[in-house]
């Protein structure tokens, strides 16, 4: 991975730095959603950073990491609203809260 010292860093992307967001439907916990800030390229000469994030299940099952990027930010811009939505077929919607501290680090 590249080093991040010489990266342009997107302050947008701040609040979504290694943070861990609780994924919930009517209440009831369904999962978390882990997210990471990686610096990636669009083109060799373009610099920019990513989020990547993963969705863990309260089952124990989790899903293959995915990348969401600007400008666009559909994901971050979701979850600056209190939701995250599914991209599956149903376009499932979730209610999403950051969890801070140790209870980021609970197990489901």
């Known amino acids: 991975m590249p080093s991040m010292d010489d990266w342009p860093r997107d302050a947008?992307?701040?609040p979504f730095r290694d943070t861990v967001?609780?994924?919930s439907r009517g209440g009831i916990v369904q999962g978390r959603l882990t997210c990471r800030v990686?610096?990636?390229r669009r083109l060799p000469w373009q610099k920019s950073e990513s989020?990547?994030?993963r969705l863990h299940w309260v089952d124990g099952r989790h899903e293959l990491?995915?990348?969401d990027h600007g400008p666009g930010w559909p994901v971050i811009s979701d979850l600056e609203r209190g939701r995250f939505v599914l991209t599956d077929l149903a376009g499932t919607v979730f209610e999403a809260r950051q969890v801070d501290g140790p209870a980021a680090d609970e197990p489901l």
């Open 21 to 23: 967001w609780q994924l």
């Open 12 to 14: 947008r992307l701040d």
């Open 38 to 40: 990686v610096p990636s």
């Open 65 to 67: 990491p995915r990348e």
């Open 51 to 53: 989020v990547w994030y």
